[in-house]
């Protein structure tokens, strides 16, 4: 086993760990830094609930190296809120009852963000595109896609910020 | 953050308070749980599904640098007691059933791909993991058995060699005079019908922790589970441990649909090392081990002879029912029982006068056949094609047979052959307001206009009755009604600082109970929404239950039985408050939390306050009022009532590639009255997806040669948001047969009824070109074979 320092930005704050080189990013994140908002779900980079923004990109956190993201900026759910207040995205997903068990919720999440910093006005069929590498078991995905697009909506018609 | 209608609470869509955690990573899955000096544990699994374990070698791993203990199935044996499905709840006393005993790891033989044969336990999963690869293990291959045809062969080699042959279980059924509706029939018509094995795929898989306390001999497990009570009942006699010497924790739950209902070999296992290396061990599967080895359901054929009128009057049926059970049987419910559910329930909202089955289950060289979603499931895909099979034989409107075939409210027969009463059933009036919405008789219009351009367009209908609880029979208090798995009970409960704690026995996992039940609580209490808190998931603190959720009984069962802890609570409340306020407890009502006299706004008693004098002035209290401020009900279901309802599924099938797109998907839903029509949508759509999932991608496939094949998420599909269509759903009037308590069940309805609307609908597209379906999973692949571009594998 090798062990390599890393430095990167996690929600934020810059943090120096060490790791096994072996060690996926969602481990890391997981068991390293004890970030467990980020899930597991399949392990070979299919389900989406392990996703993150690296960079501002959604990446599978299942499938990358911790060793990888060496002088990344990394945004996991527990960074998305502002504190108690939930972020835009969040309130609107609460509105719309847009989940169920919420093993799959901090991936979806974090495309849903990803996909409305790059476009907010993103119709039905983007959105649908986008989330079809998310998976979730629980809610047929309706109340999902509505609530992303509620979040759109008042991005675009009230300045919410995404 | 509450959305009233009027005063109350139930019937509004409230917004969860599970929301806030687990849309910001809040929330505790069982990955999440860390003890203390914890080990970590993985699973050698076989690579063979049928075979003599000769040797196994564990040396070499033992060794390895941050390797514990490793166990094979000789530890299972001198340290526990092997375990017998369903024992401890009577099951293997049930007629017919064969149930072997099996050690939580493989002893002598191996039976299915994953079957677990060693544990090592170590510092790190990631050393577990390596430590498999340093085993080695012997195994004298055996011919596997696969199919139902390999299993019934006598010359097959036995799975169980305690046994005479692969037979799980065999049943008989027989209601009504079927010989009579025979000989009266116009027409006889046969049909074999099948349902292939797919699976519930929580997106949490399985894992738990075990934990050893030494000093107290207790043993303590976290686990992810949908019935705590249940583990530790199960557990205590295999590992010696008095039930009441285990303690099950469970947090958030990634799902479960069945799935997580009982208990798993691994479990056993983990706290076997737990016990004997006095340190915690956690476990997690990973999702190849779960498709392969969590368990797996259905996998049924019904072979049918159908006495029908010329009109398409089903009047009863002989059936012959198989199904494939897999290996070891799931525990506490052997998944060859359900063989017997495919007739019993097979009658659903239909006046069948007589129905005659034989029921065969048979062990196989596959993974442990699991609850799933609506177990009865099966046998309303039975029902549901074979109507459209008659309407199709007979050239009738399917919706026409329905019309013909169900039952009429308060007409006769008023009671099921199973003597459950037909009490407020609304299936007919789920059928025409579903016929209406979907615009049934327009669709033949365009489906025509579309065939003339080449384009396949179908429309399918299925309905079901659901006993979630079903109607109690009050001429038989005993028999039916809700109470099938005994009384629910909740505690309800003044906290000091005036908030309300509730205690139910269910264990949600995304059916957002603890939104629901605080509803009924706050409008029976008059206390704010957010001042109740619902705690669950601690078996040193929730009353027992065999099974916590599951079975869509919370919405009669702990809304029913919080309603009325509430209201013991109330009465408790107003006693005091009258005393305390000099005031009659008729004039007294509460409201947002605090009490106040009618007509008298100004004097008022907060609960907070009231809560106090409970606790330091208990001399000012009335004689003979608790001091507990805590009202209790062991609820039974009361009057109950049936859930049901009318799917209609819009397909598209395209000819050329075997694609199915659904277009538009209508349900008429009767749960009674929902307490969160949000949440009881959510449930419908989750289950008509599991079922578009099952029929259009969904299967747990196994080589001729018993090797598992669908052991990643590229190989076991699941439905996406591209192929899930939005859902319109419409909530029908019910009949209320209780004076206080009429909520329903609405968790299996979606996924009991949606497979046969969806096939009923891709029949209907290609009927006319000579398409006949008897089988419930339709992949492109297989509808290009229906179709005959390719030939049939």
Known sequence: MTERAIRLTVNGVPREETTDV????????????????????????????????????????????????????????????????????????????????????????????????????????????????????????????????????????EGAVL | MTDVIGARSVGARVLRSEDPRILTGKGVYIDDVVVPGMLHAAFLRSTVPHGRLLSLDVSEARELPGVVAVYTGADMASRST??????????????????????????????????????????????????????????????????????????????????????????????????????????????????????????????????????????TIHTSTQSPHLVRLLMSP?????????????????????????LFREDIALAVAAVDLARPVKWIEDRGEHLATAGQAREEMAEMEAAITADGVLLGLRMNVTLNAGAYPSDPFPGAMYVGSVSGSFQGPTKIEALAATSTSVFSNKSTYVAYRGPWATADFMRERLLDIIARELDLDPLDVRRRNYVHRDEPPLAMLSGQLFLGVTTQESIEQAARISGWDEFRVRQQAAREEGRYLGLGMASYLEAAPGPKNPNAPEG???????????????????????????????????????????DELGVPFDAITVR??????????????????????????????????????????????????????????????????????SLAELAR?????????????????????????????????????????????????????????????????????????????????????????YSDDGQFLAGTFMDYLMPTTTVVPNFEI??????????????????????????????????????????????QHLPPARILELLGTVPTA
């Open chain 2, 82 to 219: 092997a375990g017998i499905p369903g024992s401890a709840i009577g099951m293997n006393m049930m007629p017919g059933l064969n149930i072997p005993a099996s050690y939580a790891l493989a002893t002598d033989k191996v039976r299915y791909v994953g079957d677990p044969i060693a544990l090592v336990v170590a510092e790190s999963r990631a050393v577990a993991e390596d430590a498999l690869e340093l085993i080695v293990e012997d195994i004298e291959m055996l011919e596997p058995v696969v199919t139902y045809a390999d299993a019934l062969d006598p010359s097959s080699p036995r799975i169980f060699e305690e046994f005479e042959n692969n037979i799980a279980m065999t049943g008989e059924v027989a209601m009504g005079d079927i010989d009579a509706v025979f000989a009266k029939a116009d027409r006889v018509i046969s049909a074999t019908v099948s349902v292939h094995r797919h699976q519930p795929v929580p997106m949490e898989g399985r894992g738990s922790i075990a934990e050893w306390n030494p000093g107290e001999e207790e043993l």
């Open chain 1, 22 to 157: 072996r060690v996926s990013l969602a481990d890391f994140l997981r068991e390293k830094l004890e970030l467990t908002g980020t899930h597991l779900g399949c392990e070979h980079g299919v389900c989406g609930a392990c996703t993150v923004l690296v960079d501002g990109e959604p990446v599978r956190s299942c499938l990358m190296l911790a060793v990888q993201a060496m002088g990344a900026d990394v945004l996991t759910v527990e960074g998305v809120a502002d504190g108690d207040t939930l972020h835009p995205l969040q309130q609107a997903l609460m509105e719309t009852h847009a989940f169920q068990c919420g093993f799959c919720t901090p991936g979806f999440v974090m495309s849903a963000l990803a996909l409305l910093r790059d476009d907010p006005g993103a119709d039905e069929a983007a959105v649908r595109e986008e989330l079809s590498g998310n998976l979730c078991r629980c809610t047929g995905y309706q109340t999902i896609v509505e609530g992303v697009l509620l979040a759109g909506r008042r991005a675009r018609d």
């Open chain 2, 536 to 605: 669950y998931g601690d078996t040193q603190f929730t009353p027992f239950a065999l099974v916590a959720t599951g079975g869509s009984r919370a919405a009669t069962m702990a809304n029913g039985s919080v309603l009325h802890a509430s209201r013991a609570l109330r009465e408790k409340i107003m006693t005091i408050a009258a005393e305390l306020l000099e005031a009659s407890p008729a004039d007294l009502e509460i409201n947002g939390g605090t009490i106040s006299v009618a007509g008298t706004p100004s004097i008022t008693l």
């Open chain 2, 480 to 522: 039916g009604g809700g109470g099938i798995m005994g009384d629910e009970v909740s505690h309800v409960s003044v906290e000091p600082d005036g908030s309300i704690s509730i205690i139910t026995q269910q264990h949600p996992h995304g059916q957002g109970h603890q939104t629901t039940l605080a509803q009924v609580a706050s």
């Open chain 2, 730 to 775: 419409h909530h029908l009037e019910s009949v209320l047969l209780d004076p206080d308590v009429n909520f329903r069940g609405v968790g299996e309805g979606g996924m009991i009824v949606a497979p046969a609307a969806i096939v009923n609908a891709i029949e209907d597209a290609l009927a006319t070109l000579g398409v006949r379906v008897r089988e």
């Open chain 2, 238 to 262: 295999q590992l010696g441990i008095p039930m009441e010497n285990i303690r099950v924790i469970s947090g958030d739950v990634g799902g479960g649909f069945g799935l997580k209902m009982g």
């Open chain 2, 613 to 701: 004098v409970v606790a330091e002035e208990p001399d000012r209290l009335p004689e003979g009022v608790d001091r507990d401020l805590e009202g209790t009900a062991a609820y039974d279901g009361g009057m109950g009532g049936w859930s049901g309802g009318t799917h209609c599924c819009f397909v598209e099938v395209d000819i050329e590639t075997g694609m199915v797109e659904i277009q538009r998907y209508v349900v008429v839903e009767d749960c009674g009255l929902p307490v969160n029509p949000a949440i009881v949508e959510g449930q419908v759509r989750g289950g008509v997806t599991q079922a578009i999932g099952a029929v259009l991608l969904e299967q747990s496939a």
